[in-house]
Structures are given as structure tokens and as C-alpha cells.
């Protein structure tokens, strides 16, 4: 099975020039699975050539505008593209970020055509404060744990396994297990140990930089900096660290580089800043 990760966009809430909010794409087997789905969504996926329509799953880790602000966008799409009684994706979220979605589509296409078409998704509600586990299908478990972000808009940080398998006779001879891991925006948490235990992949939060604002090292305003990312990616075995949600501001200014330098001297492994429209395959 071919499974890949595309970024979306790795911005801030307020992204580098140019920059879009953070959003991702798995792709494995039959599921496509957006992972957040901020105010360009639309223009977003347009920008690597996919189609709202092959999505199967939406994942919102929380109620900020940089992460869901898109939902009623997709909801229209949903509405205006798809065939009257086509199948509409999953929609997963935990019950506080799921009064934000419900109160965007009532508040921006309450129109009875778009409303009732996003009542039509299969939601799929899950815990604010406990962790959980959701398959997505045969093949993919989702489990989620809150993450630190702030009373209000509190966060789901997700890990998908996927099993890759490949049958003989109707008899399974070689599986292999991809681990993708996603804090969404979050302070330094011991979670992430567990939502990134040996992953493949671990997307992590890294609005702040320990070098630039030592004063801030652990993380703050509901961040991390990329330095206790790291850290954490490091004791959790993780083989590839993607720091994202870097300030916009420390992004135009050039500093990319001394998060990927922070990062490069708590963790072994890979350490990136991945750019929008990247794409790797597991
Ligand atoms: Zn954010
Ligand atoms: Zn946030």
C-alpha cells in the first residue's frame, strides 16, 4: 500500500508571507485524511491537485480559527460538487471543538441545502480530556490524546497506525505497521510520549524557539518550542521530527534554520521544517 503524508501548510496562526495555516493529508489504501482545515483549505488542497472529494475522513484537533475556520468551506463544496446522495467523509473531533464546527456552518451557510449536507457527515464525537481510540477503517487505528494548548480551545493530538499487509491465498504473509503522529498546537506535554512512541513520522507544534526566546524555553501561550519537541520526540523513539506552526514573523526574518539547529542537538533522528506541498511516502 502506498501511504503518504502532504503537507497543507505548516504555518503559524498568523503564517510567514505566503504561508498557509497547518493542514495535512494522509493518503493510505482507500482513506484520505485531512488533518485540520484552516481558512485556505480550499485553495490549499487546490495547490497539490486534490480534490475535497476524495476525502474520506476530516480530523480537526481543535476550535481555532487556523484549524477550522475552513469547515463550512468544505461543507459547501460538499453541498454544491458532491452527488445529492453521495457519500460524505467522517468528521472527527472531540465534543468541545464539534460546538465550533456546528456554530461556523450555522453562522456562515445555514442555508437549508449546505446545513443540512453537513448533518448528513458521520460524526464522530470523541472525549475533550481522555484519550480514545477510533478505527478509521480495517486497517487504520486512530488514537487521540488532549494535548496542552488552553482552557478553551483544548487540543486532540492524534496517532494513526497503519497496517500494511500484503494477503496470499486470502492469508496475510508480510505486514508492516506506519505510525503517524500529530500533537495540533500544544505546550511541551508528557502525551506526546505516547502519541509518538517509536512513530515514523511525529508533526509537532513548534511555535516557539528556545535560542531566540530563552525566556519562553519550555514553551508558552499554548506552544512548544522546537527545543522541547525534541526532547520529547527523543525519548519517544520517534524517526522523524516535522516542526511546524513556526512564528511567521521568526520564519520571514530567515530563522528557520535556528529551530532546525535547536532541534538537530536534543534529537538523533530527522529533524524538518517542511515547506507547504511536500509530500513523503512510507
Ligand atoms: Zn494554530
Ligand atoms: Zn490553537
Redesign the pocket.
Given at each position: 500500500m502506498v501511504i503518504q503524508v502532504t503537507f497543507l501548510g505548516t504555518g503559524s496562526?498568523l503564517p510567514s508571507r505566503g504561508a498557509a495555516n497547518c493542514a495535512y493529508l494522509i493518503r493510505a489504501g482507500a482513506a484520505t485524511i485531512l488533518i485540520d482545515c484552516g481558512p485556505s483549505i480550499l485553495q490549499q488542497l487546490d495547490a497539490v491537485a486534490v480534490s475535497p472529494g476524495e476525502i474520506t475522513h476530516v480530523f480537526v484537533?481543535?476550535?481555532?480559527g487556523?484549524?477550522a475556520l475552513g469547515y463550512p468551506m468544505l461543507a459547501l463544496w460538499w453541498a454544491l460538487k458532491l452527488p445529492r446522495d453521495g457519500p460524505l467523509p467522517a468528521v472527527i473531533a472531540s465534543a468541545t471543538t464539534w460546538i465550533s464546527l456546528d456554530a461556523l456552518i450555522s453562522h456562515s451557510y445555514g442555508d437549508a441545502h449546505v446545513a443540512s449536507r453537513a448533518g448528513q457527515v458521520q460524526r464522530i464525537v470523541l472525549p475533550t480530556e481522555q484519550s480514545a481510540e477510533t478505527p478509521i477503517n480495517p486497517a487504520i487505528m486512530l488514537r487521540t490524546w488532549p494535548m496542552k494548548?488552553?482552557d478553551w480551545?483544548p487540543?486532540l493530538g492524534g496517532r494513526f497506525e497503519i497496517i500494511d499487509g500484503e494477503t496470499s491465498s486470502g492469508r496475510q504473509v508480510k505486514a508492516r505497521v506506519v505510525t503517524l503522529a500529530f500533537t495540533?498546537?500544544t505546550e511541551s506535554t508528557e502525551n506526546v510520549l505516547l502519541l509518538a512512541q517509536n512513530a515514523d513520522l511525529l508533526v509537532h507544534d513548534a511555535g516557539l524557539s528556545a535560542s531566540l526566546t530563552p525566556d519562553l524555553k519550555m514553551g508558552a501561550h499554548?506552544?512548544s518550542t522546537a527545543e522541547a519537541a525534541a526532547e520529547l520526540a527523543q525519548r519517544a523513539g520517534a524517526r522523524h521530527l516535522a516542526l511546524v506552526h513556526l512564528e511567521g514573523e521568526n520564519v520571514d526574518a530567515g530563522h528557520t534554520v535556528v529551530y532546525l539547529a535547536e532541534a538537530s542537538r536534543a534529537f538523533d533522528g530527522l529533524v524538518s521544517a517542511p515547506a507547504a506541498g511536500l509530500t513523503l511516502r512510507f
Open positions: 496562526a484537533t481543535h476550535r481555532h487556523d484549524h494548548h488552553g480551545a487540543v495540533g498546537d499554548g506552544h
